[in-house]
């Protein structure tokens, strides 16, 4: 499958705990996106890579999220001391920015229960 | 302010009739508008999308009609199937090509 992959699926974990997610993107694809999608709502953005550098923040990512992507492969997104508004699932989208194109393909997500 | 307003949030349709979904955006700057369908468990699949220098954009049975001046644009979905029974999300990306997703609209094809 040349699709973008995502690991794990689910995930539940306690309140205070770390988690780690991980993003596979579609091969040769030089951007990444992390997006937070809660129940009922669109995703909204966390944060983008071009290669290995880390370009944009939303405001939502508080000093307890965390990225990295590092060669420019695969991208980990971290969340520490987790907290039950943390709830959601987590996309990843990649793309190749090809002239005015920068068409977006979306992993299945890793859904996230804080208990 | 990057909003984009999505309606309506829930559309109930006849198998082989027309879906339409609405958004609305105000951030001029966007430049590429896709529409995305989520299924259950699912993350969002590209369906189709427009740019603004483009009144309407045809792909099968998904038209995209885009409105520049009323900064409005619109899916439909002909001879809609219970297949299309998704949830819908319109979107706008900005300069930092990252994405504005509208609220989302749950559609129902009924048989």
């Known amino acids: 499958d040349t699709g973008v992959s995502q690991d794990p699926r689910h995930k539940i974990t306690k309140r205070g705990q770390n988690v780690t997610f991980r993003c596979d993107p579609i091969s040769e694809h030089n951007r990444l996106y992390w997006y937070r999608q809660t129940l009922g709502q669109g995703p909204e953005f966390l944060t983008y890579?071009?290669?290995?550098?880390?370009?944009?923040k939303s405001r939502l990512l508080s000093d307890r999220f965390s990225a990295e992507r590092p060669k420019g492969s695969f991208s980990t997104l971290e969340i520490q001391r987790t907290e039950q508004g943390d709830s959601a699932m987590y996309l990843c989208a990649s793309s190749l920015k090809t002239g005015l194109t920068d068409t977006q393909y979306f992993g299945p997500g890793t859904r996230l229960t804080v208990l | 302010q990057q909003q984009v307003k999505q309606s309506p949030q829930s559309l109930i349709v006849q198998k082989g009739g027309i879906s339409i979904i609405n958004c609305a955006y105000e951030n001029t700057a966007f430049d590429y508008f896709p529409w995305y369908q989520q299924f259950p468990g699912k993350g969002p699949a590209l369906l189709i999308a427009i740019r603004p220098d483009v009144s309407e954009k045809k792909e099968g049975r998904f038209t995209i009609s885009f409105n520049k001046s009323a900064k409005q644009f619109s899916l439909h979905i002909m001879d809609s199937q219970p297949g299309d029974s998704a949830t819908y999300f319109c979107?706008?990306?900005?300069?930092?090509?990252?994405?504005?997703f509208g609220s989302g609209t749950r559609l129902l094809v009924r048989p």
């Open positions: 890579f071009q290669n290995e550098a880390q370009l944009e």
């Open positions: 979107a706008g990306m900005d300069s930092s090509y990252k994405l504005i």
